[in-house]
């Protein structure tokens, strides 16, 4: 089985600890990894990313920063602040990429918080630029507009770009997030014109969803059609990793060294 373009979040595999999920990984033939910072408290981080370059798996990014929105400019200056650490954390560890997550505020306004996202970027750019690391604007479904993302299609992320427009502001395309949108073929041929296509996430659609955050499918368990928008990102440029983010609650009380054993399989039978 070929897993050398499969790269997995730790947050997958959440009850391993990052000792445990690298060299898991790497036993199992994985390519990449993508790092969740929750993984690297109280850790050195530099040693952290040598031990994982070590076992030849390549750090695709650090997940996550953004959430910049906020009533209070205090709270936008320290969300700002806390990116930038994101952006250093990354540096460190040797991941190219944070994704940002970009946040919302319940009964904020939408254009509002849209702008403050687009401002917090900016804001946070030139460390960005010093450290040449890349951020992914990561659109969310639109049921987490109220207090996640109010960036919840590609079309809205891409807009971000065109007012930035700036070479290391790109998206991170979630399947799980964008699967329903009638312009997506459109918008993923959009954003490889453009050179933002920075990353692509995987997992499935449980019908019925019984948690609109911890309820994600193993890929083949639901209803995305993940085999063509693989066909989609690749035909629009994207040669990098198929990374699995997977949220469960039913996945992370399973055994792990078998969820992992699944995840293989699923991903070369459906994606």
């Known amino acids: 089985m070929d897993s050398s373009r499969l790269c997995v979040h730790t947050i997958t595999t959440k009850p391993w600890p990052i000792e445990v999920a690298m060299d898991k990984y790497a036993a199992a033939g994985i390519g990449g990894i993508t790092v ?51 952006i250093r954390e990354a540096a460190e560890l040797g991941a190219p990429l944070v994704v940002l997550v970009c946040g919302a505020v319940p009964g904020h306004p939408l254009a509002e ?62 399947a799980y997030h964008v699967w329903w949108d009638p312009d997506l073929a459109a918008q993923i041929a959009l954003t490889g014109e453009k050179n933002r296509l920075f990353a692509f996430h995987v997992c499935d659609w449980l019908t019925p969803t019984t948690d609109l955050l911890n309820d994600r499918g193993l890929m083949g368990e639901g209803c995305i059609d993940l085999k063509g928008m693989r066909a989609l990102v690749e ?12 949220f469960s609650n039913r996945w992370w009380s399973a055994d792990q060294d078998e969820f992992l054993a699944r995840i293989q399989q699923a991903y070369a039978e459906h994606c």
């Open 36 to 86: 969740w910072r929750q993984a690297l408290e109280g850790r050195n981080i530099a040693k952290v990313g040598d031990d994982l370059r070590a076992r030849n798996l390549e750090i695709v990014s650090l997940c996550r920063g953004g959430f910049f929105p906020n009533k209070t400019p205090e709270g936008r200056a320290e969300a700002i602040e806390e990116n930038r650490r994101a």
């Open 113 to 174: 918080s849209r702008k403050q996202i687009a401002d917090g970027i900016a804001a946070v750019l030139p460390l960005a630029e010093e450290l040449n690391v890349r951020l992914g604007i990561e659109p969310l479904h639109p049921m987490y507009a109220d207090d996640r993302s109010a960036i919840n299609t590609m079309a809205s992320a891409n807009a971000v770009c065109d007012e930035l427009d700036h070479p290391l502001v790109g998206l991170a395309v979630d």
């Open 235 to 246: 035909a629009a440029g994207f040669t990098g990793y198929h990374e699995v983010e997977i």
